[in-house]
């Protein structure tokens, strides 16, 4: 069955940077793009972005364009997600997902990550 | 940037109907998918293309649109629908985008 596994809770510094993974199984992983959407504590769901596997091409929301980095390792179908500079309000629940925007969408556990000081 | 508009909150009783809308203006062209989340768990898709539904997500769940504004149906709310709940659009430009969130409270 398709799974999503991602890395465990992180706690980082204010301008440090994140990266976070995303393991997935179960299906063609080149098949379908990979998208990033965060939650802010009690907040509703963003949409941060995506990676094509196959080509490694990428799009992101424009809030985060020139602090977010998506890459993926086929080899081990994983895929990251990378971001810097971070601020206080970038505390979240961050997920991988599959495929957002079909009948295919497949949503990883989450990631925890806090930044605090 | 590009917005979807949903109600706050919603609450009903047991067995009765729950009607949740979202409203853009790109909607007309656009599909529309609706996720549901319970506390501590990840979003799962409950309607996909305005009106479809995935295997495993029962039959009184059902989607509608008219003109900027889609719905979400619940019909004969059960306990156990009780959960937030958002609609996505986009993919046009390669840009995605989720409204603001529904509460849904079963009384």
């Known amino acids: 069955q398709v799974q999503l596994v991602q890395s465990g809770a992180v706690v980082k510094n204010p301008g440090a940077s994140v990266k976070v993974s995303c393991k997935a199984s179960?299906?063609?992983?080149?098949?379908?793009?990979i998208h990033w959407v965060r939650q802010a504590p009690g907040q509703g769901l963003e949409w941060m972005g995506w990676?094509?596997?196959?080509?490694?091409?990428?799009n992101f929301a424009q809030r985060f364009q020139g602090r977010v980095t998506m890459t993926t390792d086929t080899s081990i179908t994983t895929a990251y997600m990378d971001l810097s500079g971070l601020r206080f309000d970038d505390t979240a629940v961050y997920y991988c997902?599959?495929?957002?925007?079909?009948?295919?969408?497949?949503w990883g556990q989450g990631t925890l990550v806090t930044v605090s000081s | 940037s590009y917005e979807l508009t949903q109600p706050p909150s919603l609450s009903v009783f047991p067995g009765q109907t729950a009607r949740i809308t979202c409203s853009g203006d790109?909607?007309?062209?656009?599909?529309v998918y609706w996720y549901h989340q319970k506390p501590g768990q990840a979003p799962v898709l409950v309607i996909y293309?305005?009106?479809e539904r995935p295997s495993g997500i029962p039959e009184r769940f059902s989607g509608s649109t008219s003109g900027t504004t889609v719905t979400l149906t619940i019909s004969e709310v059960q306990a156990e629908d009780e959960a937030d709940y958002y609609c996505?659009?986009?993919?046009?430009?390669?840009?995605?985008?989720f409204g603001t969130g529904t509460k849904v409270t079963v009384l």
């Open positions: 997902a599959r495929a957002i925007g079909t009948d295919k969408a497949w």
């Open positions: 179960g299906y063609t992983f080149t098949g379908y793009y």
């Open positions: 990676i094509n596997p196959n080509s490694g091409g990428t």
């Open positions: 790109a909607l007309p062209k656009q599909y």
């Open positions: 293309k305005d009106s």
């Open positions: 996505q659009s986009g993919g046009s430009g390669g840009i995605y985008v």
